[in-house]
């Protein structure tokens, strides 16, 4: 059974930086890709970040340029780096760990964290 645990929200002002980290459990993190989603009350849970098994990276565009992904597989982490923050990316945070067995894709998900942009 993999676990996944965010850590890292917040309350952060206008223009200023928050990292977000995700713990996961469970053998073979090599090879899953982890995400980040966010979700704010009365929306869909949108991608704001994603890195595969090879490094490649993938982010919405309102976060190009101030948000970066990374992952440790040594640690089984991967962390989200904030910058230039803006009190429209206040959400809830969620990491992501997909797992693809075959013609199968498992995703696990964690409890969330808040981030808060405001004065």
């Known amino acids: 059974q993999v676990q996944v645990v965010e850590s890292g929200g917040g309350l952060v002002q206008p223009g200023g930086p928050l990292s977000l980290s995700c713990a996961a459990s469970g053998s073979g993190f090599s090879a899953w890709t982890m995400g980040w989603y966010r979700q704010v009350p009365g929306k869909s849970r949108e991608l704001v970040a994603a890195?595969?098994?090879?490094?490649?990276?993938n982010y919405a565009d309102s976060v190009k340029g101030r948000f970066t992904i990374s992952r440790d597989n040594a640690k089984n982490t991967a962390s989200l780096q904030m910058n230039s923050l803006k009190p429209e990316d206040t959400a809830v945070y969620y990491c992501n760990a997909r797992k693809v067995l075959l013609t199968t894709i498992i995703n696990y998900w964690g409890q969330g964290t808040q981030v808060t942009v405001s004065s």
């Open positions: 890195i595969t098994s090879g490094g490649t990276t």
